[in-house]
């Protein structure tokens, strides 16, 4: 199905919900193979799914779909350059400016399961023949956290003095 928008009838913040949600169906559109550009002018745009491990025209990467929120995860195309106490991930997501956005965050535990089932396609974690965990957003009591083991796929409660690795998400 194709739809055509004129991108000059909509004010800017109307075009941005409807490439988010789009009005018909689910997924995002696609133009010429390429994620459709907030600009102006008609744009003829058919919508089609987008495939997880798809490096976005800002350099983030589709990392699939938010089993908490519904709505598209977008990942930084790489991990942080460092290991992370909890609080401290947290603290560096917030204040990320990567790919031209500044709304990172630490995924929550079932994102993360998410990004770890799609990790092949989405690919760039630091995973060798030692564990390699990663932090999630969600706290199990005041000292502990989940965390994710990309070698395996467990997840466990760590402490949040325990330094492990973050990729930062969107959505």
Same mark, same amino acid.
């Given at each position: 199905?194709?739809?055509?928008?004129?991108?000059?009838?909509?004010?800017?913040?109307?075009?941005?919900?409807?490439?988010?949600?789009?009005?018909?169906?689910?997924?995002?559109?696609?133009?010429?193979? +390429?994620? #459709?550009? /907030?600009?102006?002018? *008609?744009? !003829? %745009?058919?919508?089609?799914?987008?495939?997880?491990?798809?490096?976005?025209?800002?350099?983030?990467?589709?990392?699939?779909?938010?089993?908490?929120?519904?709505?598209?995860?977008?990942?930084?195309?790489?991990?942080?350059?460092?290991?992370?106490?909890?609080?401290?991930?947290?603290?560096?997501?917030?204040?990320?400016?990567?790919?031209?956005?500044?709304?990172?965050?630490?995924?929550?535990? +079932?994102? #993360?399961? /998410?990004?770890?089932? *799609?990790? !092949? %396609?989405?690919?760039?974690?630091?995973?060798?023949?030692?564990?390699?965990?990663?932090?999630?957003?969600?706290?199990?009591?005041?000292?502990?956290?989940?965390?994710?083991?990309?070698?395996?796929?467990?997840?466990?409660?760590?402490?949040?003095?325990?330094?492990?690795?973050?990729?930062?998400?969107?959505?």
């Amino acid at each position: 199905m194709s739809e055509v928008i004129n991108a000059n009838a909509l004010v800017q913040e109307e075009l941005r919900d409807f490439i988010k949600a789009p009005r018909a169906g689910t997924g995002i559109y696609i133009l010429d193979d +390429n994620p #459709l550009p /907030v600009g102006g002018g *008609n744009i !003829a %745009a058919t919508q089609k799914e987008l495939a997880v491990g798809t490096v976005m025209t800002d350099g983030s990467i589709f990392a699939g779909i938010s089993p908490d929120t519904g709505r598209e995860m977008y990942l930084t195309a790489q991990d942080a350059p460092l290991t992370y106490t909890f609080n401290d991930a947290a603290d560096f997501a917030k204040s990320l400016t990567a790919h031209n956005q500044n709304d990172w965050r630490v995924p929550t535990k +079932n994102e #993360l399961k /998410v990004i770890f089932d *799609n990790r !092949a %396609a989405i690919s760039g974690f630091m995973v060798s023949d030692k564990p390699a965990w990663y932090w999630s957003s969600t706290q199990e009591t005041s000292f502990s956290a989940w965390a994710q083991r990309f070698t395996d796929g467990h997840q466990v409660q760590r402490g949040e003095n325990m330094a492990s690795l973050l990729r930062c998400v969107r959505s």
